[in-house]
Nanobody, 126 residues
Framework: QVQLVESGGGLVQAGGSLRLSCAAS????????MGWFRQAPGKEREFVGA????????YYADSVKGRFTISRDNAKNTVYLQMNSLKPEDTAVYYC???????????????????WGQGTQVTVSS
């Protein structure tokens, strides 16, 4: 069982930055690929980015590539999402998720993840 708790959301002006954190419980954190997803009102949950369980591979949605960076600290059981150059269209509830040793072909699919956090709101004002 893995429990995930996100933090770091808030209100920021366009062009600003935020760093989201996702703290995981459980002894097997390093065996899980960690993904970030977001959901805006009236829209489906969409993939933002992910880091492989090994920490060697990174995946990003085209809409955030070059602006967002994912990292993980297995010693702290935490994954981060650094968001720079934020845009109003980045406004959403952001969720972290854990998927056991997901492959590259599965890492962008919400249905492949085993555990989800409760989400944290990010609002970008224009």
């Amino acid at each position: 069982q893995v429990q995930l708790v996100e933090s770091g959301g808030g209100l920021v002006q366009a062009g600003g930055s935020l760093r989201l954190s996702c703290a995981a419980s459980g002894p097997t954190f390093s065996s899980y690929a960690m993904g970030w997803f977001r959901q805006a009102p009236g829209k489906e949950r969409e993939f933002v980015g992910a880091i492989s369980w090994s920490g060697n591979s990174f995946y990003y949605a085209d809409s955030v590539k070059g602006r967002f960076t994912i990292s993980r600290d297995n010693a702290k059981n935490t994954v981060y999402l650094q968001m720079n150059s934020l845009k109003p269209e980045d406004t959403a509830v952001y969720y972290c998720a854990a998927g056991y040793r997901l492959s590259a072909t599965m890492i962008g699919r919400p249905s492949e993840y085993d555990y989800w956090g409760q989400g944290t709101q990010v609002t970008v004002s224009s």
